[in-house]
C-alpha cells in the first residue's frame, strides 16, 4: 500500500503543479470588430496556439483599434510592447519598403491568384524580409479586395469617381494609383475615418465588404461600386520579444496557429463576399455591382512605369505570372 500511495500522490502533485503551471497572457490587436473577420481568424488562431502550447499561453484580444490605429500597433510590436497584431498590409511599407510591392492597384486577378501568391515563395520572401526588420509574420492572413463608397454619387467607371475627396490608407502605393483615378486621396488613421465620413470630411473611403459591413459604413454612405480595384493582404505579426524566448516546439505550435487562423479569415472574407452585399442593400445601400473595370485599369496604366522603377518590372511580372 505504502508503495502505491507514493506514485499516486507524486501524480497529484504534478498534476497540481500543472494547475498553476505559468501562463504567458499575449495581447493582440486588430482595427476591426471581434465578429469581423480580423475577430474571426485571430480568435482561431488564438484557441490553436493555446492548445498547441498545452495552455503556457494564451491572448487577450484588443479589437475595435483599442491599441491604436494598425501602423501603431505595427510600432509597438517592434518594439516589443505590444506582441501581436492581425494587421492589413497598409502601413507595413513604412516599416519593410518591399512590402509595398503587393499594394499595387490591379495586380492581382482574384482571390485564388493573390492566396497562391501569398502563401508562395514571393510572400515566404517578404516574410523573411520582414523578419529582418524585426517582425515575425506567422502567416499571411487577408482584409480582402478593396471597394469604393462614398456619399456623392454612383461609381460606374473611373471618370465617375473623379474629383472625390476619398480617405485612403497611409499608404504611397495606393495613393499613387488612386491619382490615376482622379481621386483626392486623403491619407487618414482607420479609427478617425467613421466620423470623418459622418462629418462630411471626406467623400468617401475604399475598404473589403468585411470591413464595410462591421464598421456600419452604410449608415454614412449611399454608394458602394464593386470596384475591386486592390487586394489588400493582411499579416499576424509576433514580436521577436516573444518569438525569441519560445522553444522549437512551441515556434511550430505558434506558425501551425495561424496558418488555422489564417485560413478561417479568408473564409469569413469569401462568407461576406457572398453574403454581405445583400445585407449592405438592405441597409439602404445602392450598389454598383457590374463597374466598368477596363476603365480604372486603363486609367491607372501609366502609374506602372513608376511601380516598375520602384519594385523591378521582373519582381511585378513574377507576381502577375503565378497561375
Ligand atoms: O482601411 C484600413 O485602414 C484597413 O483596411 C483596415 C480597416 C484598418 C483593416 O485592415
Not at 505559468?22 to 484557441?47: D, M, N, P, R
Not at 506567422?138 to 467607371?157: C, D, V
Not at 520579444?241 to 511550430?252: F, I, Q, R
Request: with cysteine.
Amino acid at each position: 500500500m505504502k508503495q502505491l500511495i507514493k506514485p499516486i500522490a507524486l501524480a497529484a502533485m504534478l498534476a497540481a503543479a500543472g494547475g498553476v503551471q505559468a501562463q504567458t497572457v499575449l495581447k493582440i490587436g486588430y482595427a476591426t470588430t471581434a465578429a469581423s473577420h480580423y475577430g474571426v481568424g485571430s480568435t482561431v488562431f488564438c484557441e490553436e496556439m493555446e492548445k498547441g502550447t498545452q495552455g503556457r499561453y494564451k491572448c487577450q484580444q484588443f479589437p475595435n483599434s483599442a491599441l491604436g490605429g494598425e501602423r501603431e500597433m505595427i510600432e509597438a510590436v517592434q518594439l516589443g510592447t505590444q506582441d501581436i497584431v492581425n494587421t492589413s498590409t497598409g502601413p507595413l511599407g513604412n516599416f519593410v519598403p518591399e512590402v509595398k510591392i503587393v499594394d499595387i492597384p490591379f495586380l492581382f486577378r482574384d482571390y485564388d491568384h493573390a492566396r497562391k501568391v501569398m502563401d508562395g515563395p514571393i510572400g515566404q520572401d517578404l516574410q523573411k524580409k520582414m523578419e529582418a526588420k524585426g517582425l515575425i509574420n506567422l502567416a499571411w492572413t487577408e482584409n480582402g479586395f478593396r471597394h469604393m463608397t462614398n456619399s456623392k454619387r454612383p461609381i460606374n467607371q473611373a471618370t465617375d469617381a473623379s474629383g472625390l475627396k476619398m480617405r485612403t490608407m497611409e499608404n504611397k502605393v495606393h495613393m499613387d494609383g488612386y491619382k490615376t483615378f482622379g481621386i483626392l486621396p486623403t491619407p487618414m488613421a482607420f479609427p478617425e475615418l467613421f466620423t470623418a465620413l459622418q462629418q462630411g470630411t471626406v467623400d468617401g473611403q475604399e475598404n473589403p465588404i468585411p470591413v464595410i459591413l462591421a464598421s456600419k459604413f452604410s449608415q454614412v454612405q449611399k454608394h458602394l461600386s464593386l470596384t475591386g480595384h486592390v487586394y489588400s493582404p493582411a499579416a499576424l505579426i509576433l514580436s521577436p520579444a516573444v518569438w525569441n524566448k519560445l522553444s522549437a516546439a512551441d515556434k511550430a505550435a505558434f506558425t501551425d496557429a495561424a496558418k488555422k487562423g489564417a485560413a478561417a479569415q479568408r473564409k469569413k472574407v469569401n462568407d461576406d463576399e457572398n453574403n454581405g452585399i445583400a445585407q449592405l442593400k438592405s441597409e439602404g445601400m445602392q450598389v454598383i455591382e457590374k463597374v466598368d473595370g477596363e476603365s480604372f485599369r486603363k486609367a491607372v496604366a501609366p502609374a506602372y512605369a513608376a511601380f516598375a522603377k520602384e519594385f523591378g518590372a521582373d519582381k511585378i511580372a513574377a507576381i502577375q505570372a503565378v497561375k
